[in-house]
């Protein structure tokens, strides 16, 4: 079955940080990228940051950078985004998502976490 399966979301204070994993199966994810996107009530998705199959990065939210780091591990199909210094301003709806330019498949998301900064 292919899926993504998010966790480590929840509530926490202001500055503080919290570490989001997403696991991947059945399908090859060394092949896939691999995004975590946001979204705030009555709010569109946006992409935050990217990762390719090989590592390379790429940040698509300026507030975030220096402050969110998305890794991936292709050994254990995962990938996280660690975040730090969080504000109210990052209280969202956080989606992991899998695409693959070269595969013959839409992309593939995650079934979102609730992500909380709040005193």
């Known amino acids: 079955q292919v899926q993504l399966v998010e966790s480590g979301g929840g509530l926490v204070q202001p500055g503080g940080s919290l570490t989001l994993s997403c696991a991947a199966s059945g399908f090859t994810f060394s092949q896939y990228a691999m995004s975590w996107y946001r979204q705030a009530p009555g709010k569109e998705r946006e992409l935050v940051v990217r990762?390719?199959?090989?590592?390379?990065?790429?940040h698509y939210v300026d507030s975030v950078n220096g402050r969110f780091t998305i890794s991936r591990d292709n050994d254990k199909n995962t990938a996280a985004l660690r975040m730090n210094s969080l504000g109210p301003e990052d209280t969202d709806v956080y989606y992991c998502q899998a695409d693959c330019s070269v595969c013959k498949r839409t992309a593939i998301w995650g079934q979102g976490t609730q992500d909380t900064a709040s005193s």
């Open positions: 990762i390719t199959g090989a590592g390379v990065v790429r």
